[in-house]
């Protein structure tokens, strides 16, 4: 486990620093991108209100544009009519019956709201249910007894001044003037009360709709606050013409202009249609905040799940291509240590033994240890008689025991055709030699191999002492290999040291 991690970060280390600076460069990117996305939150947030509040001011400025329809609509069946059609001798005639269509056509237009007629010496008259009955109360008189034939005007009653109705709200007030088929002018007006309704309807708890007139009066708001109450300076409740900068926008369909008030509101200001008014839609600063941390909160997110997205695509590279290079490390190893042993025994061949005790007597110069040189005796002869297989049989055999007797950190491995190396490690005293060798004599004199028929096979060995015997491999070798040469020449099938 430990040589995995160390060759993992032998494979990656070239990309810890990249990988160091991408993090650092993508943090910067996103502080500076979420920086940027606080701001545009924000404007998003107030473009949606400035969007919500021109279609508030649509709905109001529909109602005027269909006023001003229903007042031209009045002039033109007027103007067909004789002005004595308002005289008690005219009642039940043709022409009075005309003048109840004109003013039903109009009602009926209104969608119930009340249309009047006044003719010259001032006589105001309404349809109703039961036919036109006379108007008493004309407080709105003075508003259009200066109109001449042609005069349009668009004026605010309260609902102190109106009585139309046994309850009513201000209304908005379209008249014309006319001239009738006699010479005779008379003026038409068309009663809108629904307003404040509309008001309180296009505010949706969230807003405030005030209609305000160029020099600041209010005229009429919703009911969703008292704040700005009828015949305040609109502008001086906000902040004051000096305290404020609007930020006009004028394009081919819509233009407003959006303060940023006291009290933390904002103000859209839309004008109407052909009236000196405007309408004004004031939004909390809490509201747009809110609305701006939901887009943030939206975008971060999506942010965060995108790059979460993108370094687990990349996690996963990294780990599939880590899971490869492991992979073919082990593959690697394996076919290292398939070119690293004897395929007939399992023990390391000659060249591994050799480099393998070359590499400990370079990093223990100084440790005790015993090398043993064994050779098969007359393995030429076993061939010959016993055939190849069975000779084949007794390597494997003497190799595999060979092999587990001794400790998995000793090198063991077969250096010729018949020929074996062990390399015992880490000697103390010679109590522990005496231990090995013994391991040695028993081994060379209890061997048998075969399958069916076990036959004795007996075995002859060197051994030299490092470093007494030999400070590098090659003299090591030599000095196991003359004690080989002693016990061959004493009459094989011993263990014999190497002596000075």
Not at 120 to 143: C, H, L, Q, R, T
Not at 425 to 443: G, L, Q, Y
Request: charged residues 25%; glycine residues 6%; hydrophobic residues 45%.
């Amino acid at each position: 486990m430990l040589n995995k991690w160390k060759y993992f970060i032998k494979q990656y280390s070239q990309w810890f620093t990249p990988i160091i600076l991408f993090v650092i460069a993508v943090s910067v990117f996103l502080a500076i991108f979420l920086n940027h996305t606080i701001q545009d939150s924000h404007d998003r947030a107030q473009a949606d209100v400035v969007a919500d509040a021109l279609v508030m001011a649509r709905t109001v400025d529909m109602k005027l544009v269909r006023s001003q329809t229903v007042v031209t609509m009045m002039q033109r069946g007027m103007s067909r009519l004789p002005g004595t059609v308002f005289d008690e001798a005219s009642e039940g005639t043709a022409d009075q019956e005309q003048l109840l269509h004109v003013l039903a056509g109009a009602v009926h237009a209104a969608n119930g709201y009340t249309a009047v007629v006044v003719n010259e010496n001032g006589d105001a008259f309404a349809a109703g249910i039961d036919g036109m009955f006379s108007v008493a109360d004309k407080s709105w008189y003075p508003e259009i007894v200066s109109m001449t034939p042609g005069d349009t005007r668009v004026f605010h009653v309260t609902d102190d001044e109106l009585d139309l109705e046994e309850e009513a709200d201000d209304a908005v007030v379209c008249a014309g003037a006319f001239e009738m088929e006699d010479g005779a002018v008379g003026k038409c007006l068309y009663f809108d009360n629904s307003w404040i309704d509309a008001l309180a309807k296009t505010g949706k708890g969230k807003s405030l709709m005030t209609i305000v007139k160029d020099d600041g009066q209010i005229l009429m708001r919703s009911e969703v606050s008292d704040y700005f109450v009828r015949g305040n300076d609109y502008w001086a409740l906000i902040g004051g013409n000096a305290n404020i900068t609007a930020k006009y926008h004028i394009t081919q369909k819509d233009s407003y202009a959006v303060y940023d008030a006291t009290n933390n509101y904002t103000v859209i200001e839309i004008p109407l249609t052909g009236v000196a008014w405007a309408a004004c839609v004031s939004v909390s600063g809490s509201f747009i905040d809110a609305l701006s941390t939901n887009y943030f909160t939206a975008t971060r997110n999506f942010v965060l799940e995108l790059l979460i997205s993108v370094v687990l695509f990349f996690a996963l590279i990294i780990i599939l291509n880590t899971v490869a290079k492991i992979r073919r490390l082990r593959e690697s190893q394996a076919l290292g240590e398939k070119a690293d042993h004897d395929q007939l025994t399992g023990l390391r061949n000659k060249a591994a033994t050799e480099r393998d005790i070359k590499e400990y007597i370079e990093q223990n110069p100084s440790t005790q240890s015993v090398l043993f040189i064994l050779d098969i005796d007359d393995f030429k002869t076993v061939n010959d008689t016993m055939g190849h297989s069975f000779g084949d049989d007794v390597l494997h055999e003497f190799g595999f025991r060979l092999g587990s007797m001794f400790r998995a950190s000793d090198i063991s491995g077969r250096i010729g055709g018949d020929e074996f190396m062990v390399f015992v490690k880490n000697i103390p005293d010679e109590a522990t030699i005496e231990k090995e060798a013994r391991k040695i004599r028993e081994f060379i004199h209890s061997f048998r191999a075969g399958v069916d028929v076990k036959r004795e096979i007996t075995a002859s060995s060197g051994a030299a002492v490092f470093p007494q015997d030999g400070k590098d491999f090659e003299t090591l070798y030599k000095s196991a290999d003359k004690a080989l040469y002693e016990s061959k020449r004493s009459g094989k099938r011993q263990l014999a040291f190497f002596r000075h």
